[in-house]
Every structure is written in structure tokens, then in C-alpha cells.
């Protein structure tokens, strides 16, 4: 299994501002991804945070909006920038096992924009 | 895009009654897995489920993948209390290490 340490728990930010959150991971994962839950939602993946090249986004994510960072195979870092309102969710990394068995998940960042 | 949709949205159940959510892929799976997520927690793998027509159980839990695999189902024989949460599966496509959640069936059962 893996234990992912993501901060902030939670956060409140004014609306134009930027918010970065973190994720840190016991072991060394290939794979990191990025998922968004609004609240009673199910998650949306927002991208795969790739170690060594540009992360890759689903459609309607788009980098401008959330940078990704992967900078080795235990971090990544998830900004979600000129924030609005709508932003206002939780925000969870996640990893996949060496075989891809099963994801395993942060805490989350329950991210409010007023 | 990629499309899993999950039924029903929302369970009531009283302690002791039957529950099953069924999820749907608008294209073949590699495998499928499952999630619970309890209130104001992340999701939690349940199992994953690979070759189609397969069935597992764990415990009160049943878990079937489709003979095509764009399809699975999950039941919960005599519910608990304690099974109160959110059910999500999740599709991963052929040579995709991705998953793509399913809208989720929230369980509530009253004792």
C-alpha cells in the first residue's frame, strides 16, 4: 500500500488568487494523478502528473488554469490558479499500486473560494 | 470521453434489506474496480475485478464484471449500519493506467 500526505487539509482563498496544494508519497509511484470531487460529486480526474515531462490533462483542464508539478517519483504539486467561486471543491491525488490493482488516495484539499 | 455512469444515485435502505448499484461504461473495460467513500472521508479501494463474467465476494459483498466488460454490479446481502457511504466503481481503459470514477451510488441505512 501507500500513505500520501496532501496539504493543506483545507483552505479558504480570496477569489484572483492562487492556492498550491501538495502531494507527498511514501514509496516511489510512476504513476500520480489529480482528481476533483464537488461536493456529493464524483471524482473527475483533472490530469496525470508525469514525472520528468508536462502533465497530461483531460478534457476541460486545461495547464494555464492548473499547473502541475512533478519534480521525482514521491511529490507533486497541484496549483490551482486566479481562482473563481466555482473552483471551490475538494482536491485529491492519488496513486496507483506497482500493478495497478487499486489507487490509493490523499486526505484531499477542501478548497473554498469566497 | 470516457463514460461510467452508476445507478442508482441514491439508496435508502432499512437495516437488514438488500442493496445494488449497478455502473455502466460506455466502452470495454480493462478491469473495473470498486470504492467506498464514508462521509467526509476519501475513497477506499474495495476490490478490483478483471476477466469478464467474473464474480467475487467479501463477506456480504458480491461484485460482478459483465461478459462484455462495460458493465458490473455490486451487492450487499442484509445491510449494516456501518455500510453507510458512498459506492463508486471505476473503469480503466486498455493500456490507460487511469481510472475514470463512476457518478456513485450514496447508501443510507436507517437501523
Known amino acids: 500500500s501507500a500513505v500520501i500526505s496532501q496539504k493543506p487539509s483545507r483552505d479558504i482563498c480570496q477569489r484572483g488568487t492562487s492556492l498550491t496544494i501538495q502531494c507527498q508519497v511514501d514509496?516511489?509511484?510512476?504513476?500520480m494523478f489529480w482528481y476533483r470531487q464537488q461536493p456529493g460529486q464524483s471524482l473527475t480526474l483533472i490530469a496525470t502528473a508525469n514525472q520528468g515531462s508536462e502533465a497530461t490533462y483531460e478534457s476541460g483542464f486545461v495547464i494555464d488554469k492548473f499547473p502541475i508539478s512533478r519534480p521525482n517519483l514521491t511529490f507533486s504539486t497541484l496549483t490551482v490558479s486566479n481562482m473563481s467561486p466555482e473552483d471551490s471543491s475538494i482536491y485529491l491525488c492519488?496513486?496507483?499500486?506497482?500493478?495497478?490493482?487499486?489507487?490509493?488516495f490523499g486526505q484531499g484539499t477542501r478548497l473554498t473560494v469566497v | 470521453g470516457q463514460q461510467v455512469m452508476q445507478i442508482p444515485q441514491y439508496q435508502h435502505v432499512q437495516e437488514g434489506e438488500d442493496f445494488t448499484t449497478y455502473c455502466n461504461s460506455s466502452?470495454?473495460?480493462?478491469?473495473i474496480q470498486w470504492y467506498k467513500q464514508r462521509p467526509g472521508g476519501h475513497p477506499v479501494f474495495l476490490i478490483q475485478?478483471?476477466?469478464?463474467?467474473e464474480v467475487k465476494k467479501q463477506k456480504r459483498l458480491t461484485f460482478q464484471f459483465g461478459e462484455a466488460k462495460k458493465n458490473s454490479s455490486l451487492h450487499i446481502t442484509a445491510t449494516q449500519t456501518t455500510d453507510v457511504g458512498t459506492y463508486f466503481c471505476?473503469?480503466?481503459?486498455?493500456?490507460?493506467?487511469?481510472?475514470?470514477f463512476g457518478s456513485g451510488t450514496k447508501l443510507n441505512v436507517k437501523p
Open positions: 492519488s496513486v496507483v499500486s506497482q500493478w495497478g490493482t487499486e489507487a490509493f
Open positions: 466502452t470495454t473495460l480493462s478491469n
Open positions: 475485478l478483471v476477466k469478464s463474467g
Open positions: 471505476a473503469g480503466n481503459l486498455y493500456n490507460f493506467n487511469k481510472f475514470y
Open positions: 514509496s516511489q509511484v510512476t504513476m
